[in-house]
Nanobody, 117 residues
């Protein structure tokens, strides 16, 4: 069974940084867009960032200029570098691997990020 293994969440003060990692199997990583979403209590799941297999990166408006997504093909891992964290960045961050035709759509178990103000 294909899995996405996430790591890197935790508790950080406002203004601090965290880096999240999401590792997939190589066969999945090569054919999917890899993204990060977050879910805060009482709010809908929202896109944080996505890195396509074609090398394009897109970001949610609230994280533009603060977060950076990258792909490491050698390790089949996607990273999310989060800088200048704010209290409103708090939530469960979920990794997603999705193929454009919809035949692959996999979610990780989520990692908690808590930013204290």
């Amino acid at each position: 069974q294909v899995q996405l293994v996430e790591s890197g969440g935790g508790l950080v003060q406002a203004g601090g940084s965290l880096r999240l990692s999401c590792t997939a199997s190589r066969s999945v990583f090569r054919v999917t867009d890899m993204g990060w979403y977050r879910q805060a209590p009482g709010k809908e799941r929202e896109l944080v960032a996505v890195a396509t297999q074609a090398g394009v990166s897109n970001y949610g408006e609230s994280v533009q200029g603060r977060f950076t997504i990258s792909r490491d093909l050698d390790n089949s891992t996607t990273y999310l570098q989060m800088n200048s964290l704010k209290a409103e960045d708090t939530g469960v961050y979920l990794c997603n691997a999705r193929r454009a035709d919809g035949r692959i759509n996999i979610w990780g178990q989520g990692t908690q990020v808590t930013v204290s103000s």
